[in-house]
C-alpha cells in the first residue's frame, strides 16, 4: 500500500520562510520602490480591435508570443532532426562520422550563441539566400503562397532573417541534443544489441526495431528539458530584429517606459507556454510507459 504523505516540521519552516520572503519583497516593492504601477495599459498590447474586420486580432505582445511559438517549432523540428543524425554519428562504426559528430558537438557546445547568431545570421540570410536565389523565387510567390508562409513561418520580406534564426537555434540546441540521444541509446543494455543480433536482424534493424523504441522512454525527459531552453534561448534572435516576445517587449517598454508591467506580462507568456510543453511531454511519456 502507498504511505500517504506527511507534513514534516522541516516542511513548515521551509514553508514559512519562503512565505515570508514573499512578504518582504512585497513589502519593499509597495514601500521602497515607489513605482506608478499602471497595469491598464498591458490589455491593449495583446489584443486590439480591427475596424476592417470588425474582429479582436492580435496586437504587439500575441504577435510576438505567435513568433516566439513558430520558431521554438521550427527549430525544435530541425534541431531533433540533427541531434538525431548526429547521434547515430556518434555512436556509428566509422570513425569518420565518429569524428564529424563530435566535431560538431564540441565546437556549437563551446562558442556563446550570441556569436554563433551572427555568424548565421550574416551567412544565412545575407550570402547564401541571395547566391542561392531564394530571395527572387520569395518575391515571385502568389498571394496564397505568401499568406501560407506568414501563417506558418513569417511575412516573405521577414522570412530571410526567420530562417537565419531557425538555423542558428537548431544549431545550437541540436548539439546538445545530440548528446541527450547518445546517451539515451547507450543506456540500452548490450544484451539487447546481442540478442536482436543473435536472431539475424541487420545493425540498421537493429536501432529502429529494438534499440531505439526502448531508449525513447529514457530520452523524453531531457529532451523536454531541452525544448523548454529552445523557447527560453529564442528571446537572443531579438538581436537581429526577430519581432518575437522578447524584441516586441523591448520596443513597447520604450515607448510606454511600463517597465515592471511589461516585463511580468512577458514573464508570464513564456511560462505559459514552456509549462505547457512540461504538461504535453508528462503526458506523453505516462503513455508510453502504459504502452
Excluded at 491593449?44 to 500575441?62: E, S, T
Excluded at 523557447?231 to 517597465?259: C, H, P
Amino acid at each position: 500500500m502507498r504511505r500517504r504523505p506527511r507534513l514534516r516540521l522541516v516542511d513548515v519552516v521551509i514553508l514559512g520562510v519562503l512565505t515570508a520572503v514573499a512578504f518582504w519583497i512585497a513589502h519593499r516593492v509597495r514601500v521602497d520602490l515607489r513605482y506608478n504601477w499602471d497595469w491598464e495599459v498591458i490589455p491593449q498590447y495583446l489584443f486590439r480591435f480591427d475596424q476592417d474586420r470588425g474582429a479582436w486580432v492580435p496586437n504587439l505582445l500575441a504577435q510576438g508570443f505567435l513568433t516566439t511559438l513558430r520558431l521554438s517549432l521550427w527549430a525544435t523540428l530541425l534541431a531533433t532532426l540533427m541531434g538525431t543524425v548526429m547521434a547515430l554519428f556518434r555512436i556509428s562504426r566509422s570513425l569518420f562520422r565518429r569524428m564529424v559528430g563530435r566535431t560538431y558537438v564540441e565546437l556549437i557546445r563551446n562558442m556563446p550563441p550570441l556569436v554563433l547568431v551572427f555568424i548565421v545570421y550574416y551567412f544565412i540570410s545575407d550570402q547564401f539566400l541571395r547566391a542561392v536565389g531564394i530571395e527572387g523565387l520569395l518575391r515571385s510567390l502568389g498571394p496564397g503562397a505568401r499568406e501560407f508562409l506568414a501563417h506558418c513561418c513569417a511575412p516573405v520580406p521577414k522570412l530571410p532573417v526567420f530562417a537565419a534564426a531557425v538555423v542558428m537555434l537548431a544549431l545550437y540546441e541540436g548539439a546538445y541534443i545530440t548528446e541527450i540521444v547518445r546517451a539515451g541509446i547507450q543506456s540500452i543494455e548490450k544484451g539487447q544489441w546481442e540478442a536482436s543480433s543473435a536472431i539475424g536482424l541487420t545493425r540498421w534493424q537493429q536501432m529502429r526495431l529494438v534499440i531505439f523504441p526502448q531508449a525513447t522512454a529514457r530520452i523524453l525527459p531531457p529532451l523536454a528539458g531541452q525544448v523548454i531552453s529552445t523557447i527560453k534561448d529564442s528571446a537572443i534572435v531579438s538581436v537581429i530584429s526577430i519581432q518575437e516576445l522578447t524584441f516586441q517587449g523591448l520596443e513597447i517598454m520604450s515607448s510606454t517606459y511600463r517597465t515592471f508591467e511589461i516585463w511580468i506580462t512577458i514573464t508570464a507568456m513564456y511560462f505559459m507556454l514552456t509549462f505547457a510543453c512540461s504538461l504535453a511531454v508528462r503526458r506523453l511519456e505516462i503513455a508510453m510507459q502504459r504502452r
